[in-house]
């Protein structure tokens, strides 16, 4: 995939929020637009990931990337939006298979049980990794209610 045409919504909470800055900055080739919160003070990550999830599912980005400190509470309220997969990841072959499998197009990190270098390993992995359709595209058709 080429870098140009790429963008990335980006959004944390509190505890997503160094990571989050990381890999704002870890991305720079792409079009990344961050959608906070802007500083680690206490915040509701649903005030960051609808929005995130939101931008994603009206096609204005091609990936998202939510972080918090389990990455549950984001991944949740993402995948409330019918055209959003929202994957938990937590090991790059998980990030790899959501994109390969489930072509999730939301990347939820939790910050809390991953290192800064596996959080950017996993976003290199998730944008670069495509879905493979085949059987997986019929089950992925199923997802929406």
């Known amino acids: 995939m080429s870098t140009e045409k790429i963008k990335i919504a980006i959004g944390a909470d509190h505890a997503g929020f ?3 800055e990381l890999l704002r900055e870890y991305l720079a ?3 990344v637009k961050d959608f906070g919160t802007y500083s680690p003070d206490s915040v509701d990550y649903p005030d ?3 929005p995130v999830a939101s931008a994603v599912e009206n096609g204005e980005f091609t990936f998202g990337i939510l972080v918090c400190g389990s ?3 984001v991944a949740i309220t993402a ?5 959003i997969r929202a994957a938990i990841c937590w ?3 998980l990030a790899a298979l959501a994109r390969q499998h489930n072509n999730a197009n939301v990347l939820c990190i939790p910050a809390r049980f991953v290192s800064e270098d596996l959080a ?5 992995t998730f944008i670069t990794t495509a879905f493979e359709g085949g059987r997986h595209a019929g089950r992925v058709g199923k997802i929406s209610c």
Do not use: I, P, S
């Open 48 to 50: 960051f990931a609808h």
């Open 18 to 20: 160094e990571y989050k």
């Open 79 to 83: 995948n409330k939006h019918q055209q």
């Open 71 to 73: 990455a549950n509470g």
């Open 91 to 93: 090991l790059n072959e």
């Open 120 to 124: 950017k390993q996993m976003a290199d």
């Open 29 to 31: 080739d792409y079009e």
